[in-house]
């Protein structure tokens, strides 16, 4: 039962340029979003969170934008860095729910 | 202050054994959640224990369990060792229960089962 989707496995930008990654829910109990970016050898590390009250949230180079009525959230990157390049995960937690559902998960790759 | 230290970071077990994972998480973090990672499958949510308790449980065999001491370190158990348990076991801390105050994640056991 897979919640939380990510339909594109890897994506491939060029440095300078814009990175959107997206994800999908089924679930409208949801209500907080996260990104989380992986890298080898390394445990997942929070990047930024939306809450459903919300359609945009900005740091720094990270935007998340919301769209409840699509169930719908991406990522924005911009402007995309080599050290950028790694796994992005997308979560989504309800309220009352003490688990957090993850996305398969897009490679990205930011080219020099 | 310390991060979340999960050990061993690789394991090599046979088909049929059982293995324990631990995780320490971070000073003062009361719950901790443990995930399975597989390529293709993303994370999928295996157990959270806050205050010694199991709060929510995943979809996962009876195979798969854990627990928590009074300290808040947890141990996962896997008995009866598949092929298909090979993955990146992946534990997460967070002050509280419940996602929204925030994971930190530790960077897994690398599990094998041969």
């Known amino acids: 039962d897979q919640q939380v989707k990510q339909n594109s496995p890897s994506l491939s930008v060029q440095e300078g340029r814009i990175s959107i990654l997206n994800c999908d829910y089924t679930?409208?109990?949801?209500?907080?979003f996260l990104w989380y970016k992986k890298y080898p050898a390394e445990g997942p590390t929070f990047l930024i969170s939306?809450?459903?009250?919300?359609d945009k949230n900005e740091d720094g180079r990270f935007t998340v934008f919301l769209n409840k009525s699509a169930k719908h959230l991406s990522l924005h990157i911009v402007p995309s860095q080599p050290g950028d390049s790694a796994v992005y995960f997308c979560?989504?937690?309800?309220?009352?729910?003490?688990?957090?559902?993850f996305g398969a998960g897009t490679r990205l790759t930011v080219k020099p | 202050k310390a991060g979340v230290t999960q050990t061993p970071r690789y394991l090599i077990k046979t088909r049929g054994q059982q293995v324990t994972l631990s995780c320490s998480p971070i000073s003062g973090h009361r719950s901790v959640s443990w995930y399975q990672q597989t390529p293709g499958q993303g994370l999928q949510f295996l157990f959270e224990?806050?205050?010694?308790?199991?709060?929510n449980k995943g979809n996962f065999p009876g195979r798969f369990s854990g627990r928590q001491f009074s300290n808040s370190r947890s141990e996962m158990n896997v008995s009866t060792l598949e092929l298909g348990d090979s993955a990146l076991y992946l534990c997460?801390?967070?002050?509280?229960?419940?996602?929204?105050?925030?994971?930190?994640f530790g960077s897994g056991t690398r599990l094998t089962v041969v």
């Open positions: 224990y806050f205050s010694e308790t199991q709060r």
């Open positions: 979560a989504a937690n309800g309220d009352n729910n003490n688990d957090m559902r």
């Open positions: 939306i809450s459903s009250i919300k």
């Open positions: 679930n409208s109990m949801f209500d907080y």
């Open positions: 997460a801390s967070s002050p509280w229960t419940g996602a929204n105050y925030g994971y930190t």
